[in-house]
């Protein structure tokens, strides 16, 4: 492999792959186990190729990873089996393509919401905008809508407006003029 970013980081803007990027890592201080550390693990896995595994980990349940891009939920055995009929021998207990891990990652979201405040807002501020990406560019539809309706509940969390995927595209579109129209005055150079 010649990069960890998975291919279809590769083929957005140089600004949006930057954005991704810049919100990989977690804020300092937090507890080891806090949700933000949990969703930053899903995160990472909707971005990163596993280095461990040398392969795209799609699923915030899958065991592998490390603790860089481990899971951010388990899957108990029981509720696996349940999953499957097996009287039909539909699937082996041991798979779990078919687990729908949206209800639990809702709750580790719930979570940090909890936890919100304890968050520092630079963290906050970079981990919406790369939730804000991985909600209009990702290209599995599960994945992709479920990191949209995360970002929607930051922006009403914070009382702002979302973007449009068009605005989004325009602010980080590789163009200084057009992310300048954008930026803080007081902050540019």
Known sequence: MSSVLQSWVQNLTLMQQSVLLGSIRGPDGI???SAAKYLLRWY???VLISAFDNCVLNTPHDPRG??????SVHIDDIAICQLFDFKQNQAPCDDSSSFDWRPSMNAV???YFKEFDTYPGHF???FMMGAEILGYKHPDDIIRIWWHEFYLRLVKDM????ETQEELDHRLGDSRDQWMKNAEQSTIK
């Not at 490390?66 to 899971?71: A, N």
């Not at 009382?159 to 979302?162: E, R, S, T, V």
């Open 31 to 33: 507890q080891k186990y």
């Open 44 to 46: 990472r896995r909707c």
């Open 66 to 71: 490390g603790s860089f891009t481990g899971p």
């Open 109 to 111: 979201i719930d979570n």
């Open 124 to 126: 906050t501020k970079h």
């Open 159 to 162: 009382h702002l407006n979302p």
